[in-house]
């Protein structure tokens, strides 16, 4: 899992994620689910050139006013992780552009749900 934090609102956070995920090479946006007013759940899927499929879940909640944070997990549907590291480097490069520099960071090694 990688997770980094943001000095943004929870909407403007949601908007840019989901643009970041759709500008990774080869990722569809599946949904974008508000599960409350402080947490929304991104799901997209990323197909590789070997035609190995990744769901990819982004998890965005809001911690306090306009401290965002987001987490990044990813399976393979052939249990081949090799491509989950780029993926979220991806995504948070493109969402770090949109959004400026993360207040903080952090990178933990976790399973998927």
Excluded at 18 to 37: L, Q
Excluded at 47 to 64: H, M, P, Q
Aim: hydrophobic share 40%.
């Amino acid at each position: 899992m990688r997770t980094h934090y943001y000095k943004a609102s929870l909407a403007k956070v949601v908007d840019a994620a989901t643009e970041a995920i759709s500008d990774v090479n080869n990722c569809v946006v599946e949904d974008v689910d508000s599960i409350d007013d402080s947490h929304v759940l991104i799901i997209a899927v990323y197909l590789n050139e070997k035609k190995v499929k990744y769901v990819i879940w982004i998890g965005i909640a809001e911690f306090s006013k306009d401290n965002i944070n987001v987490d990044v997990f990813s399976r393979s549907d052939s249990g081949i992780s090799s491509e989950h590291g780029r993926i979220a480097k991806d995504f948070f490069e493109r969402l770090d552009n949109l959004l400026g520099v993360p207040a903080r960071s952090s990178l933990q090694k976790t399973s998927s749900p």
